[in-house]
């Protein structure tokens, strides 16, 4: 099945460190990628939906210019935090949609930890 | 209203029984349904799509009533394995965009 691969799995760094994740699409080309954020025990909550070649759609409430999001290639998405704070530990998940199919589940990646302090 | 509500649970359960649990979405135009398997600590994992008609996969179940709109996953036979958080998922309209339910909590007991 499609596999999708996030790195890191787990990050911790000081105060205003910014931090790069990566999504990667291994055997499939994603043109669109999403961002989750999952805080302990919630849901996930989208962050941005993120299309190969063009600027990334943020959901309300989500500073584009904190979460810098690159999808340049039909295989990987990168989302950048900004000037980590430890109000933005969290768990990160990205995830991909096989095929362009709206009705299509989509793949996750493992998910990074990110801890803040 | 939540666009989809889950019962938090936890749902404590002993082996080898049957438990149902349901998911109510906000938005009849909503298209497509899952429920995704999530263990603590990791990314969610696709269970199975829910089809109009219903489906079954082994010991699960999950149906769709879109007149009450709402999906339900039915788990018989309960492992040990199966302790975990069930996410209840909706497309919203036809912008691929997946809704979260926040979880139920499953937990079985020997």
């Known amino acids: 099945g499609a596999v999708v691969s996030q790195h890191p799995s787990w990050v911790i760094c000081k105060s205003g460190t910014s931090v790069k994740i990566e999504c990667r699409s291994l055997?499939?080309?994603?043109?669109?990628m999403f961002w989750y954020r999952q805080f302990p025990k919630q849901s996930l909550m989208l962050m941005a939906t993120s299309n190969e070649g063009s600027k990334a759609t943020y959901e309300q409430g989500v500073e584009k210019d904190k979460f810098l999001i690159n999808h340049a290639s039909l295989t990987l998405s990168t989302l950048t935090v900004t000037s980590a704070h430890p109000e933005d530990s969290s768990f990160y998940i990205c995830?991909?949609?096989?095929?362009?199919?709206?009705?299509?589940?989509?793949?996750f990646g493992d998910g990074t930890r990110l801890s803040i302090l | 209203r939540k666009e989809v509500e889950q019962d938090p649970g936890p749902f404590n359960v002993p082996e080898g029984a049957t438990v149902a649990f349901n998911c109510t979405y906000s938005n009849s135009a909503s298209q497509s349904f899952f429920w995704y398997r999530q263990d603590c600590r990791k990314e969610p994992k696709l269970l199975m799509s829910?089809?109009?008609?219903?489906n079954e996969d082994g010991r699960f179940t999950a149906q769709l009533n879109r007149a009450s709109q709402y999906i339900s996953l039915l788990i018989r036979d309960s492992k040990l394995s199966d302790s975990a958080t069930y996410l209840c998922v909706v497309n919203s309209d036809s912008n691929y965009q997946l809704i979260w339910g926040a979880g139920t909590k499953l937990i079985i007991k020997p």
């Open positions: 829910v089809y109009s008609s219903g």
């Open positions: 995830s991909a949609l096989v095929g362009g199919l709206g009705n299509q589940p989509q793949h």
């Open positions: 055997d499939f080309q994603a043109t669109t």
